[in-house]
């Protein structure tokens, strides 16, 4: 199971970024696959996951009605549109599956997802 975070750069405050997870060793469809986040100093925070079983989204309130995540079963793929950023949504953004756990254990539990790769680095700065 191998999983690659992309698309992470510098935006201003208010913009807009899109990061994609490109997953291989598993079908994306079948298992939930979260997105964490881990900003210096700070303990690692969920911020979405996508459930295995069907399409649902979950978010954390910290990003709720900002962050969208969607899947892309042709492509094994998963995406995080990230609007109207905030300089606290500065961090290393990491994608993560598990062979057991679920979207609905909660956001704790996604950043305890077994298997997650090298992440990508948002920064938000005017």
């Known amino acids: 199971v191998q999983l690659q975070a992309s698309g992470g750069g510098l935006v201003q405050p208010g913009g807009s970024l899109t990061l994609s997870c490109a997953a291989s060793?598993?079908?994306?469809?079948?298992?939930?696959v979260a997105w964490f986040r881990q900003a210096p100093g700070k303990e690692r925070e969920g911020v979405s996951c996508?459930?295995?079983?069907?399409?649902?989204?979950y978010y954390s309130t910290s990003v709720t009605g900002r962050f969208t995540m969607s899947r892309d079963k042709a492509k094994n793929t998963v995406t995080l549109h990230m609007n109207n950023l905030k300089p606290d949504d500065t961090a290393v953004y990491h994608c993560?599956?598990?062979?057991?756990?679920?979207?609905?254990?909660?956001?704790?539990?996604?950043?305890?997802?077994?298997?997650w790769g090298q992440g990508t680095q948002v920064t938000v700065s005017s």
């Open positions: 060793g598993f079908l994306v469809d079948f298992y939930s």
């Open positions: 996508i459930s295995g079983m069907d399409d649902s989204t």
């Open positions: 993560a599956t598990d062979r057991g756990k679920t979207c609905s254990y909660g956001e704790t539990a996604w950043t305890e997802f077994s298997f």
